[in-house]
């Protein structure tokens, strides 16, 4: 089974530009979630879809978007890019029973820097 | 919102000796506290979790132990070997998915 699957893995933008990051989840798996991770700071959660529904939202001003898709493919964007925006963002996928949280399967992720 | 503090931030241990990882929360309605370990430059894994109607979870020599009223909970890693040395990420939910992680520590087994 494939696991999960982040594109472009690395990119470099200017501020004030935007950038679109794309996650394909685990066959099977409806629940996307992304988390921004710096050094230091660990992983901070920006959101989490299921069946093209955000369900949740972190503490991210409103630059940080996402979307699902019907077979679950899931986009982020970031607009207006700020130097402050230059991590490792990581997508991850999960089959969730009755809501109950498990396990996330993590990608490799998408490294942006912002110049 | 949850609040997740990790202690210590580095951990130097002897090949063989246990390291002990300890985190705490803030937010009683908590109920999945999972461990995530991310070696250098490769994705996070998990290797534990333990829900709030556990006290402790053992799986080889990795265990994890949770205090519901004072709030914290503990990973333990005995008879540490090299392939141990990675980042170490606690995290808490209230079971909606949403994980709030701590700040990792990075552990280093020295041979």
Redesign the interface.
């Known amino acids: 089974k494939a696991g999960?699957t982040q594109t472009p893995r690395y990119l470099i933008k200017t501020r004030g530009q935007q950038v679109t990051l794309s996650c394909s989840p685990i066959s099977g798996h409806r629940?996307v979630?992304w988390?921004q991770q710096t050094p230091?700071?660990?992983?901070?959660?920006l959101f989490?879809y299921?069946s093209e529904t955000q369900?949740?939202k972190?503490?991210f001003p409103g630059r940080f978007s996402g979307r699902q898709f019907s077979n679950s493919r899931s986009e982020m964007n970031v607009s207006t890019l700020e130097l402050g925006d230059s991590a490792l963002y990581?997508c991850a996928s999960?089959s969730?029973r009755d809501?109950?949280?498990?396990?996330?399967f993590?990608?490799?992720?998408s490294r942006l820097t912002v110049l | 919102?949850e609040n997740v503090e990790?202690h210590p931030?580095t951990l130097s241990v002897q090949e063989g000796d246990s390291a002990v990882i300890k985190c705490t929360y803030s937010d009683s309605a908590s109920n999945?506290f999972?461990w995530?370990k991310q070696e250098l430059g490769?994705?996070?894994?998990?290797i534990i979790?333990i829900r709030s109607n556990v006290g402790e979870k053992k799986d080889q020599r990795i265990a994890v132990t949770l205090n519901k009223t004072a709030k914290h909970f503990s990973l333990h890693i005995t008879e540490t070997q090299p392939e141990d040395s990675a980042v170490y990420?606690c995290?808490a939910?209230i079971?909606?998915?949403?994980?709030?992680?701590?700040?990792?520590t990075t552990v280093t087994v020295r041979a």
């Open positions: 999960v629940s979630s988390y230091g700071q660990g992983l901070q959660f989490e299921f369900r949740n972190g503490n990581l999960a969730p809501r109950v949280t498990g396990e996330l993590f990608g490799e992720g | 919102g990790q931030s999945y999972p995530y490769k994705r996070p894994q998990l979790d990420f995290a939910s079971g909606d998915y949403k994980l709030s992680f701590g700040a990792g």
